[in-house]
């Protein structure tokens, strides 16, 4: 265990955890929402720094991130725990679990994981994600810092359930982020996830205007937030707080953890795809085997730009820089490393 990160300490041993918006008040012996940071004698610890429980190389399009590097891979991270509770979590095996559960965690030390990133071929750094990055905090800036020092990238992959001065320490190591969007309803977050809408969205409008990367994710539950008003809402507030050339994913549920509604029916996501496409430039579909929007388009003529099969992704009409050959529009910042 390591001391945590942005608490304080309270009178009779209690402390209070300023990571996440939870903001848990944590007795002694006890754990907080997230189930890995933990009091002990009056000074709040994480449990998992340092112990891994998933370690992959995997594609970068598997993040999902279509606009960075693509066709390249990254080393990806994860531990025990989450910030948010979600009924229909689709990796509950991890992030479900707390420092009670700790037996299967594998010791790495900082070095290690850095040695891993760096004999693995063409593959661009470092990814935090399977489980929620935010309550592996400690860990994951830590590395983070030794990723840049040799030269690779640092991805997050979150629910976007942080506070905002944990989000200013963090937002300089990270180059790219994918965030979570559930819902664009508040009572959703809170009787689905136990959290709330505000910080999420707060969270995407400063790492809109960082300058960092963003794409954003949507997971489609049958009858819990498939609503095609309450989604145009959604994709009109995406248009005007990040732009209309935010990458859009939006994917296909199934039943797991303590949902079992059926999966979501892929005419239901082509209908919200074609919705999205009328003010998104990038919109994509994931979940879902050779489907319609997978493959990325120039949004000012239309040509073909790049080609995916799965994860598999070919090139076929963007240069070396990531502009259009046809009409030279600039559609990806970042290609090659």
């Known amino acids: 265990m390591t001391e945590a990160l942005f608490y304080t300490k309270l009178s009779e041993n209690r402390t209070n955890c300023l990571l996440c918006p939870h903001n848990?008040?944590?007795?002694?012996?006890?754990?907080?929402?997230?189930?890995?940071r933990i009091n002990r004698g009056g000074i709040l610890y994480s449990e998992v720094y340092g112990r891994p429980v998933s370690l992959n190389t995997d594609p970068i399009e598997k993040k999902p991130l279509y606009h960075f590097y693509p066709?390249?891979?990254?080393?990806?991270?994860?531990?025990?725990?989450?910030?948010?509770?979600?009924?229909?979590?689709?990796?509950?095996?991890?992030?479900?679990?707390s420092g009670e559960d700790q037996g299967f965690g594998v010791k790495k030390s900082l070095q290690e994981i850095i040695?891993?990133?760096?004999?693995?071929?063409?593959?661009?750094g470092l990814a935090y994600t399977y489980n929620e990055p935010v309550v592996f905090y400690e860990y994951m800036t830590y590395l983070a810092a030794e990723v840049h020092r040799n030269g690779m990238k640092n991805i997050m992959v979150s629910n976007g359930f942080i506070n905002p001065e944990p989000l200013a320490k963090l937002i300089p190591l990270i180059d790219a982020f994918n965030i979570d969007l559930k819902s664009f309803e508040d009572n959703f977050y809170k009787k689905h996830s136990k959290s709330r809408l505000a910080p999420v969205?707060?969270?995407?409008?400063?790492?809109?205007?960082?300058?960092?990367?963003?794409?954003?994710?949507?997971?489609?539950?049958?009858?819990?937030?498939?609503?095609?008003?309450?989604f145009d809402k959604m994709t009109d507030w995406i248009l005007e707080e990040t732009g209309r050339k935010t990458p859009l994913h939006i994917s296909r549920y199934f039943p797991h953890y303590k949902m079992n509604l059926p999966p979501t029916p892929i005419k239901t996501l082509e209908g919200f795809y074609h919705h999205a496409k009328e003010k998104l430039d990038f919109v994509y579909l994931g979940n879902i085997p050779e489907s319609i929007g997978m493959d990325t388009y120039c949004p000012a003529c239309k040509s073909l730009l790049l080609k995916r099969n799965g994860y598999y992704t070919m090139r076929e009409g963007l240069d070396e820089s990531g502009s259009c050959?046809?009409?030279?529009?600039?559609?990806?910042?970042?290609?090659?490393?």
């Open 24 to 36: 848990c008040i944590v007795d002694e012996g006890k754990r907080g929402v997230c189930g890995v």
């Open 71 to 97: 066709g390249h891979q990254v080393l990806s991270l994860g531990t025990l725990g989450c910030t948010l509770k979600c009924s229909f979590c689709q990796n509950a095996e991890i992030s479900q679990a």
């Open 325 to 337: 050959t046809t009409c030279h529009e600039k559609v990806i910042n970042y290609m090659t490393i």
């Open 201 to 230: 969205l707060e969270t995407i409008r400063t790492l809109s205007g960082s300058g960092k990367h963003l794409e954003l994710t949507f997971l489609v539950i049958p009858g819990m937030n498939d609503s095609i008003d309450i």
């Open 115 to 124: 040695v891993l990133a760096l004999e693995k071929q063409k593959n661009i």
